[in-house]
């Protein structure tokens, strides 16, 4: 790890802000990264000359080959900055671009440095201001020297990839009117790249969460007149704003392959986020504006790792929610887990629910003395399934006894951390455009056993972050922050009822395995999102080495669950998890880079 006084600087105070055992595992997980080098990773994958070449050889035959109008904001640039973005326009492989570069230095000094550029052939327009307009201002005057049908935001100190323009313009085709990028830091120097950020396709939840989108992010002309341009009352996370209007107006496409290069300079956030405090109330008013646009009713507030949010939605009305809990014999497991609903409700309040237990071959009599007791309750009523163990059947069984409007499917071996698990579910879950929502889930030692599902991972589909520490947020804190997955574990999983039963409820060909991450892909194609909640926390006492299918008729019935989901969902697995990345492994749970 290259060490240097600002990184120094910046340890310490992370230290001071967040205690000891954060700054350790903070530590951990940069000495991870460190441990497999991002550099000669992106030197073996950057696009080579043969193939820029073979771009522009491909641009030539282009039936259309729009306009892209880069807008570029300019404040006191130093001139290796500001040429190393100006090299990096003029090497783009698609040729129809124009620079529009909107200067608020005051004098003319940066004036002099891009007129002794030149005009790359007619392609540069420049603008002194009259005084500086803030970064919101001067990009809204770049964008009123812009004529290109396609608009492109660049800021001064970075870098494009030579084949960022071909590639995102590849991608959004007809059918897009907004794309974005992945992207990497640079240095100062420029000369070395570090810090990849891989993303996933549009992820309203993650975007709510934080602006993942940053760079570089391209939008229709026509959308940047609807929308209105930048808001100068959001300064410091005015792209942020920005894409919001834009991504609610318009399909977005991703390009997963790095084409932005986001310098990091003393007193840019990409190096020092404490540089720019005030960024980061701007950005939760940006979520809040956002919000309120959409006539959503929640609250913001900022986690403690600085850009990143957490977005409470608040519960409308007082729906009733079924709690679904497959029980055989396990009595003293099933005491826990009820036990810790009831200390969950008391604190947390939400008490419109009842609970059904799927009752399945149990053999002690303990478990029917216990069951006898909870009947005496009203909110509690236990009903038996008497085939053979199929968790889909099971399921679906009860479901059919159940009288609210929301399932909670939950596993008899869970206990729940959290006081507001129901609220916090039910606020997410009410949401029109979400179809299921899941819990961070953790094992007994408090590493964790659940954080999300990507599909392929592992072969058919895998839990993300299995056996990260509790205290680490994993990479980018995509294991603490909201976002949507393909799938979440039915282990604690809220449905709609009208969505479960509109999908057909749990696939019973599935007995054992892959049946939630089916529901959820069922969901998800009939148009609805699945959302992980890591503010909902669970206990799972499910053992780490659960799994073992050791008869033949055990192996045959995985083989065969295995093969319904290859032919069932052979798209997505073929195609990409799109909340996750093609450039991330699917042998390892904690977003490591593919070789």
């Known amino acids: 790890m290259k060490v240097t006084p600002q990184k120094i600087g910046k340890a310490f105070g992370y230290l001071r802000k967040h205690g000891w055992q954060a700054f350790v595992d903070r530590l951990s997980e940069r000495l991870e990264i460190e441990a497999a080098p991002y550099a000669p990773w992106y030197e073996k994958h950057k696009t080579k000359e043969a193939q820029l070449l073979n771009q522009r050889r491909l641009i030539e035959k282009w039936e259309k080959k729009p306009l892209v109008s880069l807008c570029v904001p300019l404040y006191d640039t130093p001139k290796e900055y500001l040429y190393a973005m100006l090299d990096s326009v003029a090497a783009q492989t698609y040729p129809n671009w124009q620079l529009c570069l909107a200067d608020g230095t005051p004098g003319s000094k940066v004036e002099k440095l891009v007129k002794a550029y030149g005009d790359m052939q007619g392609r540069l327009c420049y603008k002194h201001l009259d005084m500086n307009l803030g970064i919101a201002g001067n990009t809204n005057e770049a964008f009123g020297m812009a004529a290109g049908e396609w608009i492109g935001l660049l800021d001064h100190d970075d870098m494009l990839a030579a084949d960022a323009l071909y590639e995102a313009l590849l991608a959004a085709g007809d059918a897009f009117g907004a794309v974005y990028t992945d992207e990497d830091k640079i240095d100062a120097d420029g000369r070395e790249h570090l810090e990849p950020h891989f993303k996933p396709d549009f992820n309203l939840d993650l975007l709510r969460s934080n602006n993942y989108i940053t760079h570089f992010f391209m939008v229709k002309r026509e959308i940047v007149e609807q929308v209105g341009g930048f808001r100068s009352e959001f300064d410091g996370a005015q792209d942020y704003d920005f894409i919001f209007r834009c991504t609610a107006a318009a399909p977005v496409a991703h390009v997963p392959k790095i084409l932005y290069h986001w310098r ?332």
């Not at 604190?347 to 071959?361: T, V």
């Not at 589909?461 to 909201?482: D, E, P, T």
């Not at 959820?520 to 780490?544: M, N, R, T």
Request: proline share 3%; glycine share 10%.
């Open 264 to 595: 990091m300079t003393g007193s840019s956030t990409a190096a020092n986020q404490e540089s720019k405090s005030y960024a980061f109330e701007a950005g939760k008013r940006a979520i809040e504006a956002h919000l309120l646009a959409k006539g959503v009713s929640a609250e913001v507030t900022q986690t403690e790792n600085l850009g990143f949010y957490r977005v409470n939605y608040h519960v409308q009305g007082r729906p009733l929610v079924t709690i679904l809990i497959p029980n055989k014999d396990e009595c003293g497991t099933l005491k826990k887990c009820i036990s810790s609903i009831e200390v969950s409700v008391r604190e947390g309040g939400y008490d419109n629910y009842e609970i059904i237990i799927i009752e399945n071959n149990s053999a002690g009599q303990e478990i029917f003395d216990y069951y006898e007791e909870l009947e005496k309750r009203p909110d509690i009523r236990v009903v038996y399934y008497e085939g053979e163990f199929n968790y889909s059947k099971i399921n679906n069984y009860g479901a059919g006894f159940a009288r609210g409007e929301y399932l909670l499917f939950l596993n008899n071996d869970v206990e729940v951390i959290t006081p507001h698990f129901i609220s916090e579910l039910l606020g997410n879950c009410q949401r029109k455009e979400v179809g299921a929502v899941g819990a961070k889930l953790f094992y007994p030692d408090n590493t964790v056993q659940h954080a999300g599902i990507v599909v392929g991972m592992g072969g058919v589909a895998g839990n993300m972050f299995v056996g990260m520490r509790r205290g680490r947020s994993g990479y980018l804190h995509r294991a603490s922050i909201q976002m949507n997955y393909s799938a979440v574990t039915a282990a604690c999983m809220l449905v709609e009822r009208t969505v479960f039963d509109k999908v057909g409820g749990f696939t019973e060909e599935l007995a054992v395995a892959f049946n939630d991450v089916d529901l959820c892909l069922k969901i998800k194609e009939a148009g609805y999102l699945i959302v992980y909640d890591p503010w909902v926390q669970l206990y799972h006492f499910e053992s780490k080495s659960r799994g073992s299918e050791n008869t033949p008729e055990k192996v045959a019935r995985f083989e065969g669950e295995v093969t319904y989901m290859k032919s069932r969902w052979k798209g997505i697995l073929v195609g990409g998890d799109p909340c996750y990345n093609r450039n991330l492994s699917l042998a390892k749970p904690d977003y490591s880079r593919k070789p």
